[in-house]
């Protein structure tokens, strides 16, 4: 996991591209004796009051350690490692939420001027934190993408108990068009059932997934679908199983196809996109947050 370690100050989020180590932060002022919680709602709620007129030093692999960070009302502003930025923020959810940046415009070498941009990245683009004692931890969210077109359902809408009531796990579902079933995640595909009706992944960041094409699709015997591959390293949106949907529609109760996260233990949270709405292939279809 991520972490960033604030000195002086009980919270602040900050995170990075997946590709780049979070920054550690510390105060540049001299007072450390605020006071820290392992709850996190107290202090998110009051920390505007307690970044206002304070500035932090950032220091991370790969960036000029003199970049920095501080707060003056509702305006950001700071040192990005050639130029001055600023801009305007919010604080939502527990995550900055920054306003576009502004500039000075300084040049530098090629290569300062891509680690400026992506040091701005790091302020852009939030994601959830946790926060225990001083310390605040960037938590993991993986994006699912739909395996199918068609219309998102939730869970509750399958006619199957065992699904609706989410004995096997969480997650949402696909009312199906024709076509083709896709990889959701980057990673692993585990298993292909021997009558191509559903498949396992596990995502890089070991998340388990079920994608269950229709109900009661095991007792067609593999009638209607076609595989195009077999299981191994996958890609988001690579082709695994084609598959005939009158075909299946007309000898089973519902083709309505279950994306289960089955490995619970992991979630913190699922946010389901796109609701009640049509998607192709590709696109985000749910959120999950993982502890």
Known sequence: MKKLLILGIAALALTACT????????SKSNNTNSSSSSSSTGIFANLKEQLNGREFIIVTEGYNSKTSIGFKGDRVYGFSGI??????????????????FGLTRMAGSESEMTLELKFLDILKNN??????GDTLTEKTVVTIYSPMNGKVIELKD?????????MVGDGCAIEPDKGVICSPVDGQL?????TNHALIFETVDGLEMIVHFGIDTVKLDGKGFQKLREAGTIKIGDEIIKYDLDQISSGVPSTRSPIIINNMEKVEKIEVLSLSKIVKIGEPIMKVTLK
């Open 190 to 194: 585990m298993n292909i059932f021997p």
């Open 158 to 166: 399958v006619p199957d108990e065992a699904f609706a009531q989410k």
């Open 19 to 26: 590709d780049t180590k979070v920054p550690f932060l510390s």
């Open 83 to 100: 130029n001055r930025y600023f801009g305007t923020y919010q604080i939502s959810g527990g995550k900055f939420v920054f306003g576009e």
């Open 127 to 132: 994601k959830s934190v946790k926060l225990s």
